[in-house]
């Protein structure tokens, strides 16, 4: 079982009375958030550089990761330099069933992965 000491401090997140669907749906609306989404649906805790490569700035990284906490979708904790992540799932799933599902579908993959080139005959 992990404990503080082992996880480390909780950045805010809202609670789960606080989700709102509208604020949800808002923060995946980016391609590259929907992508961290997915990398983290497998419910661990992740460090930062365990996330998906995006071309982004370190700057842009941290404004996805705090959209993605302050909507709820992630739970961040601090430990010293460096911070771990992972997807709310339970409480999600709690509060919209079906929605971390939808999102990380194959169909949703296929929107936002890139996939391999189309062979020209």
């Given amino acids: 079982m992990e404990t503080k000491e082992t996880v480390g401090t909780p950045l805010p997140m809202p609670t789960v009375d606080e989700l709102r669907l509208p604020e949800l749906v808002k923060a995946v609306s980016d391609p590259n958030r929907l992508k961290i989404v ?9 460090h930062i550089v365990d996330l998906p490569e995006l071309d982004v700035q370190k700057s842009t990284m941290s404004h996805h990761l705090r959209t993605l906490r302050e909507a709820g979708f992630t739970e961040t904790y601090v430990m010293g330099r460096s911070c771990r992540i992972r997807l709310r799932r339970a409480v999600l799933d709690e509060r919209f069933p079906g929605l971390v599902e939808a999102l990380t579908s194959p ?8 996939s391999a080139p189309e062979l020209v005959e």
């Fill in 38 to 46: 997915m990398s983290l649906s497998d419910g661990a805790f992740h």
């Fill in 107 to 114: 169909s949703a993959q296929a929107d936002v992965l890139p």
